[in-house]
């Protein structure tokens, strides 16, 4: 019989290429699937709990953790040690990798984690002995701070004892790829206490200055270098006090302040070039725009009747922001349990650093006085030479544990001054090199008749045992001026200026801070270190400090401006900022408060003020400058209609601030000699005064070719044109400083590894900003290298003492550090428009605005 079986037709090519071609897409896409799966699991697993209840081992009693939309923590707990307990455990949650990279930085153990790129680093920040410092101030804390810092640190490592690895962050999931076999130590009060050395490194004020200028004694004379670093304006901007008030003594602290001064006891993923940078760049970066603005307004002025209270300090770009915003309440206050304080800390460090508490508020910014000084050393083999003898060096020998290498030993020379720092860094060496001592009106070459060779050494308050470790629990819970004025004293290093309101309507100001009193010289160039008539002679009288009570302008602005004129007996700084952010703050001020009386909403909106002081000064100057292109002339014509506001969409000023970059490199840049740009205010300085100094030497350069002020202007006019138009096409309708000023957030660790992918996992942005450097909304950028913004205003806030729930903040992230969690740079946007958000303070507003809350139980 014949086969009847159906025969089953054969498949086309075409079909079968297909079914196989889905059959590979198809797995592809499970094996991405399950790989994206795998990212967000090993992403979100370090996400912390942030509702219900957690057991917590060490604990006395149950904590409530109430957090609102933006993470921001309220806690509530019955004793001190539960509550700044449950600090160290919030911030581990929220913070962890931040708080273990911030103390292999302060303890210069880099290299531990990244390897022998960090060497230079780890090498410098040694030699500094920032850890050292802090474990010595940690042993002289009394006994209630003590426990403080003991309670947060078992806080820390309870979190820490729940998980490990990539269960704490996702960064701990990439460095396990360079080194698998690391573990986080447990954490220690000096850990705490360390991150304030590397704050104070960050608002360190003049080092820098000292450093250029005898760099530039080598080739320029000293009256060229008195035109680049011209005095304080003070017959047109403010300075901080100009009438010191009467005030009974400060309570008695334990102020160091009488302390004998003859016993001396800082991420890439590639080599730093400038260790002094590096240093800078990992505790949030030193540079142009460091700074702050704070003011406080009296009631006679407000719609309220009652002070307002507006802060933002100034800092480098870093992701996470170097803020967090915290709560820390006694359920029941007392003698034994006195917090109830709200606003800004530090992850790492217990209590609130600045905000208010139920009585009082506070604010900083950076004093900007001189408490660095450079000493040039002669050095033969194990000695130096003090007053006509050799002395020995203080010598001491460290170990550098290297991941995948050996370990390397460093030693540290010291003189009775500090540690030795040339062989350290560029300039510190050039200057030992060819060294230069004196001020800057005369400089002079050292003599060389004594034997050896020359080194520079490092005097700094911060490199000695001070009391800010207890400063902050005293502002916590100061209830009045006398109060503050007493944690004040405490408040040694970093110097800043303080301002101050409470609910009984008074405003003050107090400068803290140890600040050096000189024999000879003045710290403007390294001074002589074998004559002891150039040592330190002591400290300035915390009672002969600048300090006001309730002015009589009922107002108070700091913005690193000049505290006070000539007239005051001790000499502070030549390095002021040089008052343009000061001076516009004051005038919004009165001219707001000459019309109508002052809300929280003016405060905010002067945080945010973007006009361009040179700006002005420009579109003045180039009112009569015309030029030969008809395209760069329309740019130049169009500053004359330009409001001098920064605006991100404005085109003028994006050419304005291309054309002021053109003008001050044309003007500095000659030959082997380019002056140095740090500081815009200052240069607002030098070049307004040249505007009006058609004859000086400044305006001719032969490198380019131009021979006096208006072949200068022209010449940068259209040099600016040329750049704008490279970096933003022809069309002036296409300029616009936001973009060309946006802000990159990056991690400072990852965030510049290198890799592309783990980069994009961390870094965030670009995000258009307005402002500028010496703008009040002072998002700076530094002359000559880039328009990007680097330094920002880190935090905003504004407290309403009339009601203390109608208060603001917002900083430049989020609360969290983790990758892609919801609170990351949830305040990013807001930050970007001068928006602040509310800020609850009283039990019931906390509450009401608590979006979860976490018991944490014994």
Not at 123 to 147: C, N
Not at 228 to 242: E, K, M, R
Not at 305 to 331: F, K, T, Y
Not at 459 to 473: D, K, M, N, S, V
Request: hydrophobic share 40%; proline share 6%; charged share 20%.
């Amino acid at each position: 019989m014949p086969d009847t079986t159906p025969v089953r037709p054969r498949r086309s090519l075409r079909r079968r290429i297909a079914i196989v071609l889905f059959s590979i897409v198809a797995a592809v896409t499970v094996i991405a699937l399950i790989a994206a799966g795998v990212v967000v699991w090993t992403i979100q697993r370090s996400f912390p709990q942030l509702s219900g209840t957690v057991s917590a081992a060490g604990l006395d009693a149950q904590v409530a953790v109430h957090r609102d939309a933006q993470g921001a923590a309220t806690i509530v707990a019955e004793t001190t040690d539960d509550l700044f307990f449950s600090q160290g455990y919030v911030h581990a949650q929220d913070r962890f990798w931040e708080m273990d990279f911030r103390r292999h930085v302060t303890s210069g153990r880099l290299s531990e984690l990244f390897g022998e790129s960090q060497l230079g680093t780890d090498s410098f920040l040694r030699t500094l002995g920032w850890r050292q410092i802090a474990e010595q101030e940690v042993e002289a804390l009394d006994e209630t701070t003590r426990t403080y810092y003991d309670a947060y640190a078992e806080g820390v490592n309870a979190y820490l004892e729940s998980r490990s690895g990539a269960e704490l962050s996702l960064e701990y999931a990439v460095l396990g790829l360079q080194n698998p076999d690391y573990e986080p130590e447990p954490w220690t009060p000096a850990d705490s206490v360390a991150w304030l050395k590397a704050m104070a490194w960050d608002l360190r004020s003049n080092v820098e200055d000292e450093t250029e200028r005898a760099l530039l004694a080598q080739t320029l004379s000293p009256e060229l270098i008195a035109d680049l670093y011209p005095d304080y304006p003070f017959d047109t901007n403010p300075v901080i006090v100009p009438t010191i008030t009467e005030v009974d003594a400060a309570p008695a602290s334990t102020s160091a302040s009488d302390a004998d001064t003859d016993t001396v006891p800082a991420i890439s993923w590639t080599e730093v070039g400038d260790v002094v940078e590096a240093a800078s760049a990992l505790v949030g970066g030193a540079g142009e725009g460091i700074g702050s603005n704070s003011w406080v307004v009296s009631g006679e002025l407000t719609e309220t009747g009652m002070p307002l209270l507006a802060n933002d300090p100034h800092l480098g770009a870093a992701l996470p922001s170097v803020w967090h915003q915290i709560g820390l309440r006694c359920e029941t206050t007392s003698a034994e349990c006195p917090f109830d304080v709200a606003g800004f800390g530090f992850s790492g460090v217990p209590g609130v650093i600045i905000g208010h508490n139920a009585q009082i508020a506070w604010g900083f910014t950076n004093l900007t006085t001189d408490v660095t000084d450079l000493y040039l050393e002669k050095v033969s083999g194990d000695e130096y030479w003090r007053d006509g003898e050799l002395v020995p060096l203080d010598v001491r020998t460290e170990t550098l544990v290297v991941a995948g290498g050996d370990d390397v030993e460093l030693e540290i020379r010291s003189t009775v001054h500090g540690p030795i720092v040339s062989g350290l860094t560029d300039g510190f060496t050039e200057i030992a090199a060819d060294p230069r001592t004196g001020s800057t009106a005369e400089t002079t070459a050292p003599n060389d008749e004594l034997d050896g060779e020359y080194a520079v050494s490092l005097r700094w308050t911060a490199l000695e045992p001070g009391t800010t470790a207890q400063a902050i629990f005293a502002l916590n819970t100061a209830t009045d001026f006398d109060g503050f004025r007493a944690a004040a004293e405490l408040f040694d290093v970093p110097a800043q200026n303080l301002i101050y309101a409470d609910v009984e309507g008074n405003i003050g100001y107090q400068t803290p801070g140890r600040l050096p009193i000189r024999g000879a010289g003045d710290g403007s160039m390294p001074a002589p270190g074998w004559d002891s008539d150039y040592d330190w002679t002591g400290f300035i009288p915390f009672d002969e400090l600048p300090v006001v009570l309730n002015p009589e302008s009922s107002y108070i602005v700091t913005a690193n401006n000049a505290i006070v004129g000539h007239d005051y007996p001790y000499f502070l700084t030549n390095d002021w900022d040089y008052g343009y952010r000061a001076a516009r703050i004051t005038d919004l001020l009165a001219r707001t408060s000459s019309v109508r009386p002052l809300t929280a909403d003016d405060m905010t909106q002067i945080q945010a003020d973007q006009e361009f002081w040179m700006g002005k000064r420009l579109a003045a100057a180039y009112a009569d400058v015309q030029v030969d292109d008809p395209d760069a002339q329309a740019a130049i014509d169009a500053l004359q209609t330009w409001d001098a506001q920064n605006r991100p969409e404005s085109s003028p000023a994006a050419f304005a601030n291309v054309l002021w970059d053109e003008l001050v490199l044309n003007l500095f840049t000659r030959g082997e000699v380019t002056a140095p740009a740090s500081s815009q205010s200052r240069m607002f300085t030098v070049v307004g005064a040249l505007l009006d100094n058609p004859a000086s030497a400044w305006w001719i350069n032969d490198r380019i070719g131009v021979n006096g002020r208006d072949e200068m202007l022209a010449q940068s006019a259209l040099d600016a044109y040329d750049r704008i138009v490279e970096l933003q096409g022809e069309d002036p309708n296409h300029w616009n400083w936001g973009s060309l000023h946006a802000l990159d957030l990056r991690s400072d660790t990852f965030g510049s590894s290198g890799i592309a992918p783990i980069e994009m996992l961390f870094n965030r942005g670009p995000y258009p900003v307005g402002g500028g450097a010496s703008v009040v909304d002072a998002n700076g950028w530094v002359l000559g290298e880039s328009f990007r913004t680097v330094t920002v205003p880190s935090m905003r806030m504004t407290i309403d003492l009339s009601d203390l729930d109608a208060s603001r903040w917002n900083h430049l992230t989020g609360n969290s550090g983790h990758a892609f969690h919801p609170n990351y740079t949830d305040q990013t946007e807001a930050w970007q428009q001068g928006v602040q958000t509310p800020w609850p303070f009283t039990p019931d507003a906390v509450e009401a605005a608590a979006t979860d809350t976490l018991v944490l139980t014994p």
